[in-house]
DNA sequence: AACTAAATTGCAGTTATTACAATTAAAGAA
DNA sequence: TTCTTTAATTGTAATAACTGCAATTTAGTT
């Protein structure tokens, strides 16, 4: 709710109209955790918006970037994750199920970067990914394993 | 010479076979802090392979990641980027040029995970992307916007 | 109610990556 | 060296996420 305000009110600001596609999209982000794709926004719109257009998707997810309100993740190669918490926090997936969690980083290490690239580039933002293996994963695989051969402990590299 | 004689080796090891184009592929990217993309790959090749297939450069690409002689750089939606360096070190994008350049970061804070996310993954690498506008890139748009509108300082948000 | 710029839609592209079957070739044995 | 086996390479077709664009609709204003 004080999200899609926020987003309203930003979209105003930016001269941008209200339309019922944007204010679902606005919903359906508020305080959503789940880091839904595009296509997972699309078939959560779907219902009540029966020709909604993929196209519509994408353009305001990009409008709600530029207006700063989500956040793109990078983390894997097939497609986009879109976060509408832009507070500064990580992320972690697994390389087998794809599932993705929140990582609410306390060490508070300033990110303070070299000089040279200071002088070269103006920084805008920066992600920090984890990669692994969930718990659900490396159970299943032990699973499969254990037919042939001896199952091992949890911990196996990328 | 180092980095194709380790990954002969470890190739070896893994009982995958030495080809022309496995070793082509060892070579180009021996010592390379270009970051480049399978279809850097797949041109810098083609003149000495001039029937080598897109298949076999991602074959190859995965085969060397699996036996971790690189490190896939998620880094921009379009595009994946190898980078032989599997060491610890950061890298940064210009989002208007695709500039990509490495951040060999001092500031050893040692990441330390939450014991949620401890317990239901089991970690195999990170990686730290920042995201920014190279000089060359903010001094364009400078000009371009120049035509119309008054200059700015070279700091913008994404 | 009428107007107009902007948003949405429906498709048709684009592009990186993957799947797969047929051909070729590396590595070890004879 | 030649033979044999099995994996690697090739060529091509498929996949899937995203983008471009022209036509239609609509939000916001007068
Ligand atoms: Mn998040
Ligand atoms: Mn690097
Ligand atoms: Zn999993
Ligand atoms: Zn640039």
New binding site residues.
Partial sequence: MDYSHNMIRK??E?????????LAIFNLLDGNTGHP???EIYSGLKKD?P?????????????IKEAGGIQ?L?IE????HYDPDVSLHHHIICTRCGKLRDIFYTNTSEMRLPDDILKEFSVTGHQIHFYGVCRACSENEEEEEGKTAVPREGANAN
Wanted: glycine share 2%.
């Fill in positions: 979209f105003r930016r001269g941008l109209k209200i339309t019922p596609q944007r794709t595009a296509e918006f020709n909604l257009s993929f196209t519509t998707v994408y353009n305001i997810l990009k409008s793109e990078l190669r097939e497609r986009a």
